[in-house]
């Protein structure tokens, strides 16, 4: 090839790659090299995720049902029943009513998390496992840092929580969107952002996250359902969680064993980027492609591990 002919190449595909990334937001906000964290959750137990950095919660305390127990039990590995190549991770919860028989479940990702794309593949149930039905339960994936102290304006969360029986206002099946300035337990204080979004999620969803820009936005299966300001962006590092909980004044009076479940396929956080859901989804399939089942170049923070709250 010609000197003049490989310029010109070079010259129009700079300009192509220009205008795509002009026109194409989530491909000009990419910055992987910031740092990437994928996990598919294809392990036989949990004592191989926590050589990736994954913790139980057993700490007894909020969320959930007074001084109802978080247990390791309730965390486990599966083939995904609609494709048995695919495996999931199960996070299960089970009550009675009573606290003594209650059983919460949460797992946590260091703490190292703050602007970025955070998403996940997550299965939601509408009914339980076993058991009567129509207690307040939430399913969830979100970021958190600790409530230092009451009120406390550096706390952050940003949260997706699904209520299949309602709760919180909502008669019925609704998924909520929180980003949170802070908030007091004692009495109830909360200062946050929150969208509902109506309606059935039963089965599996991708939810994402992005907080770049002094913006939070909210998206499932792709679609924008809530967008929250700069009043409630997170000012100090997270970590990225899953848990299933009962909401206390929302408790069935039967007192007769009952469990849930909701499934985790993957998650996936990219840090210092804006990406969209297809490319989010682009990434992932590449990432399996590639027989990544982990994947961590996020740089350490400098905080404890954390999981609770």
């Given amino acids: 090839m010609k000197k003049t002919t490989l310029k010109c190449a070079l010259i129009t595909a700079l300009i192509f790659t220009s205008s795509f990334a002009m026109h194409n937001p989530a491909f000009a906000k990419s910055n992987s090299n910031n ?11 949990f004592s191989e995720a926590t050589s990736n950095g994954w913790l139980i919660r057993t700490e007894t305390g909020h969320p959930g049902i007074k001084n109802g127990v978080w247990w390791t039990e309730g965390v486990t590995f599966h083939p ?3 494709n048995s190549n695919n495996q999931v991770m199960r996070i299960t919860s089970k009550t009675d ?9 949460q797992v946590c990702h260091q703490r190292k998390y703050l602007e970025g794309t955070y998403a996940a593949r997550v299965h939601f149930n509408d009914e339980p496992d076993y058991g009567v ?19 406390d304006k550096d706390y952050s969360e940003t949260d997706f929580e699904y209520l299949p029986n309602g709760g919180w206002g909502e008669e019925n ?34 939810l994402v996250l992005t907080i770049i820009d002094n913006t939070l936005n909210y ?36 007192q007769t064993m009952r469990q849930y479940s909701q499934d985790i396929d993957w998650v996936y956080f990219e840090a210092k980027s804006k990406l969209d859901t297809k490319t989010v989804l682009n990434k992932v399939e590449m990432l399996r ?12 923070g400098n905080y404890a591990a954390y999981c609770s709250l």
């Fill in 173 to 206: 099946n609704a998924l909520f969107a929180t980003s949170w300035e802070t908030f007091q337990l004692t009495p109830w204080t909360p200062i946050n952002e929150h969208n509902a979004r109506r309606g059935s999620l039963q089965g599996w969803h991708v």
């Fill in 80 to 82: 995904d029943i609609a």
């Fill in 133 to 151: 039905d129509g207690d307040g339960v939430v399913q969830t994936f979100y970021a958190i840092s600790p409530l230092e102290k009451p009120l």
């Fill in 35 to 45: 740092g990437v964290m994928f996990d598919d959750f294809s392990y036989k137990s």
């Fill in 289 to 300: 492609k590639q027989h990544s089942r982990f994947t961590d170049t996020v740089p350490a």
């Fill in 219 to 254: 998206y499932v299966d792709g679609e924008l359902f809530a967008t929250h300001s700069s009043q409630v962006y997170p000012e100090v590092p997270m970590s990225i969680n899953f848990n299933l909980w009962f909401i206390a004044e929302q408790i069935v009076t039967q």
């Fill in 97 to 105: 009513g009573t606290s003594v028989n209650t059983r919460q479940t």
